[in-house]
């Protein structure tokens, strides 16, 4: 490992409250120990298709981060780098592919734009997508022959899903939870005035921590998520394969969610309220029967695009034709979608504090402990600790392993102690 000179810091994946309070705190303990520090700008997309007769342009695709550049920062909402979802490493699914050159082309070419700026070490900000490169940038150096130089990864967590594996709480997710929370209160309001429904799709594609922590901090009458999808409200549906062979995929029952949903307002209004707040995880596309997902795109990381699939209005929909069917009463049901207003909102102070500690971590990791290939974590009363990529990625399939709520533990208790029981 070469001395360091000169750390990289990148930001990808969606945006995160406290993000400047990451990046800032970083840039300023390196900076502080007479170390470069330069901002690559919009994540790897401007690193992905690297020309060497192309040089990457200051000012650009990346700035120097200098004491100036930080001065009140800290606390400042959205992203002083940018951010983007390119992804390098979208073609390795396996250890081998790190050595097939087709595959890992797109990771080497980042590796030679970050070495064609003299960085000695880079800093990735992001989520489980942007783990799982970092992992990748890690392994694909370990396959160069010796006289190269490596880079030093280190890989701070950003979600405001809090779906993390490796730590207890990221940055960003308190922060969405109140803006979300906020919103739901406000609805909550509009809805004891019309005597209505509002049904909230609150983000969260894996786990479903922000639309808990939204619902119980903005008192929604119920919440649901992809760790609900069980028991009752779970079957299963065979689906034919792009190679002809087919696969058994979990997925939701319909029937039984909806209905689930009209017990509840029915018992609301035995107890004198005909209205109330729903709210329900995005993921919950992912369970829908695959009738309601052909055609629809996915990303550079796999994911069904959830945001053209609103699933939030089509509950509405179904919920509001099942309550009518079950009544006879007609009740307004209105969907929502609730999140991208809350990943650049102003930081609570806990969220500038837990991201500052994680920033600081980016610098101890590299400097003090000489770490690679690990994700910076804080827990307890901001204790700092140092996960290896290793334990956070198979090995084999390079995948993260994604936090869910556990069915079942005083959180999720917590929510459902909340809600009218409705016998179903």
């Known amino acids: 490992m070469t001395a360091i000179r000169r750390v990289a810091i990148l930001f990808a994946g969606g945006p995160a409250p406290a993000a400047n309070a990451v ?25 992905i298709d690297f020309d060497p007769s192309q040089p990457l342009v200051e000012g650009k695709q990346y700035f120097k981060i200098t004491h ?31 050595r097939d050159p087709e595959r ?9 734009a970050l070495r064609s700026l003299g960085v000695d070490a880079l800093i990735s900000i992001g989520g489980d997508d942007t783990l799982k490169t970092a992992n990748k940038m890690k392994l694909y150096q370990d396959t160069l022959p010796e006289s190269e130089v490596r880079m030093p990864v280190i890989h701070l967590p950003k979600t405001i899903d809090n779906d993390y594996s490796g730590i207890d709480f990221t940055f960003g997710y308190f922060s969405a939870a109140e803006v979300l ?14 005597q209505a429904y509002f049904l909230c799709e609150a983000m969260g594609r894996s786990a479903g ?96 695009a959830i945001s ?18 079950a009544t006879g009463k007609s009740r ?20 500038v504090m837990l991201g500052s500690q994680i920033g600081v971590g980016a610098y101890r990791a590299l400097i003090e402990e000489k770490k690679n290939g690990v994700m910076v974590s804080v827990g307890g009363q901001f204790n700092i600790s140092f996960v290896p990529f290793e334990t956070l990625v198979d090995p084999k399939t390079l995948v993260t392993k994604v936090r869910f709520i556990e069915p079942g533990c005083d959180f999720h208790r917590m929510a459902r102690l909340l809600e009218l029981p409705t016998g179903s």
Not at 86 to 97: C, D, I, L, Q
Not at 104 to 112: C, F, I, M, N
Not at 181 to 192: F, G, H, P, S, T
Not at 312 to 322: C, E, I
Request: hydrophobic share 40%; charged share 25%; glycine share 8%.
């Open 332 to 351: 307004k049901v209105n969907g929502i979608q609730l999140g991208y207003e809350s990943r650049c909102c102003i930081p609570t102070a806990f969220d």
């Open 68 to 98: 100036e550049r930080l001065e009140f920062s800290r606390t400042e909402p959205g992203i002083m780098i940018g951010t983007a979802r390119s992804n390098p490493g979208k073609s390795v699914s396996s250890p081998e592919h790190l």
């Open 23 to 47: 990046i800032t705190s970083a840039a300023f303990t390196f900076l502080n120990a007479g170390i470069e520090v330069i901002g690559i700008k919009h994540g790897y997309s401007n690193l």
């Open 104 to 112: 890992s082309a797109p990771l080497s070419r980042v590796y030679k």
């Open 209 to 304: 921590w922000l639309a808990y922590g939204a619902a119980i901090a903005g008192d929604a009458c119920m919440v649901l998520s992809v760790e609900d999808i069980a028991g009752p409200l779970k079957k299963t549906e065979t689906v034919k394969q792009e190679d002809g062979t087919e696969k058994v995929r979990t997925v939701m029952d319909l029937d039984a969610v909806v209905n689930k949903m009209v017990s509840m307002m029915i018992a609301r209004e035995k107890a004198g309220r005909n209205y109330g707040c729903i709210v329900i995880a995005e993921g919950l596309a992912e369970y829908l029967p695959m009738s309601y997902l052909e055609g629809v795109a996915r990303d550079d990381h796999g994911h069904i």
């Open 308 to 325: 053209n699939i609103a699933v939030g209005k089509a509950f509405a929909t179904m919920l509001a034709d099942a309550y009518k069917k």
């Open 181 to 194: 929370a906020e919103e739901i209160r406000n609805l909550n309001r509009d809805a004891a005035a019309g």
